[in-house]
């Protein structure tokens, strides 16, 4: 098997088109939302009179609408100073997300769908930052209800759409940590994982487990899979395993069936906390849900990121655009409708 360093390589290479999309988006977003900041002139105070109110003296007030005359003169939008603070502070989100790295060292002992969700939070900021811009723009924003927004924006919040724009995650994790649990509430919209196993032990169909008919699933010796995986136009979930896991694919822009590559030698010993028996009856499952699975309804699959300019009728065809401009676009959106 491939060094660690050699599969990362190879599935940076394959995948970072997405990646590349998402931080240029969070960056002309980033760009954008500071535009607007500086398209304000001036922050209202909310502590005390406007400059231009001292200007006019005890007179002014009582006769003009100063804050108005201010917006006039000045031929700007004015914010309050708490709405200028949350573009500030979502600005910033998105200038840190367009350096956002792609790999996650899921340490010993530690649960891979649990990394997931912290790494979907950690992503999901860009929508949250969206949202807050939103709010701010709107004049509904409260800090104690959206600030938490930008620190961390949990899947259970990501609209459909959302869903569609997420970057694929790279995990290292260790092969005796390898399951599936838990990772299939992940695998929505356009979500993809990468799970690079490091050791040579592993269960030995530890994805039987997230086999939907619209999920591409894989558990790959070579990283064969890998183009396939990065154009299905879906969720979807491959694992680069050692000799001692059974490798196979599930396509649904193939024929929609799995397709079983190599089996290995029924388990004699249990592993992460898994007896032989489970190990042996995961494999067993593969074996009969390959057997049994007939011809499916065959899907198109299109080139790889052409599902991310689909994602919102209307916006541009380059796929960083199309993200920046979704960004963008929660400015004019109710930010709690939408739910999936």
């Given amino acids: 098997m491939p060094s660690d360093a050699e599969r990362l390589e190879r599935v940076r290479a394959v995948l970072q088109g997405a990646w590349a999309e998402y931080r240029r988006a969070a960056a002309l977003a980033a760009d954008q939302v500071e535009a607007l900041i500086r398209s304000t002139g001036r922050v209202v105070s909310t502590n005390g009179p406007s400059p231009l109110a001292r200007e006019l003296g005890a007179l002014g007030p009582a006769v003009l609408d100063v804050d108005r ?52 939070a950690r992503l999901g900021r860009a929508f949250g930052a969206a949202h807050v811009v939103a709010v701010a723009r709107s004049g509904r924003y409260d800090p104690v209800t959206h600030e938490p927004w930008l620190r961390s924006y949990p899947f259970r919040r990501w609209t459909r759409r959302e869903r569609r724009l997420a970057p694929p995650l790279i995990l290292s994790v ?46 790959s010796r070579d990283g064969a899979e ?14 680069w395993v050692p000799a001692a896991a059974a490798s196979f694919v599930h396509d649904p822009a193939g024929a929609g069936r799995i397709r079983l590559l190599e089996v290995p030698a029924e388990p004699r010993r249990g592993l992460g906390g898994r007896s032989a028996a489970q190990l042996t009856e995961e494999l067993r499952q593969l074996e009969a849900m390959a057997a049994s699975s007939g011809p499916a309804a065959t899907a198109t699959a299109p080139a790889p990121g052409a599902a991310v300019a689909a994602a919102a009728a209307g916006a541009p065809a380059d796929p960083a655009d199309t993200l920046a401009a979704w960004l963008l676009r929660q400015a004019d959106l109710d930010p709690v409708a939408e739910r999936p």
């Fill in 69 to 120: 005359l201010a917006t006039i003169l000045h031929r700007t939008e004015a914010l309050p100073a708490p709405p200028v603070e949350a573009l500030t502070a979502a600005a910033a989100v998105l200038r840190e997300l367009a350096a956002e790295g792609d790999m996650v060292e899921v340490p010993e002992g530690g649960d891979p769908a649990a990394a997931v969700a912290q790494a979907l």
């Fill in 174 to 219: 260790a092969g005796e940590d390898l399951h599936a649990g838990g990772l299939s509430q992940y695998l929505d919209g356009r979500v993809k994982v990468v799970l690079l196993v490091r050791g040579d032990a592993a269960p030995p169909a530890p994805l039987v487990r997230a086999v939907t008919p619209g999920t591409f699933v894989a558990q």
């Fill in 226 to 239: 890998l183009e396939a995986f990065a154009a299905w136009d879906g969720p979807g979930v491959l694992a």
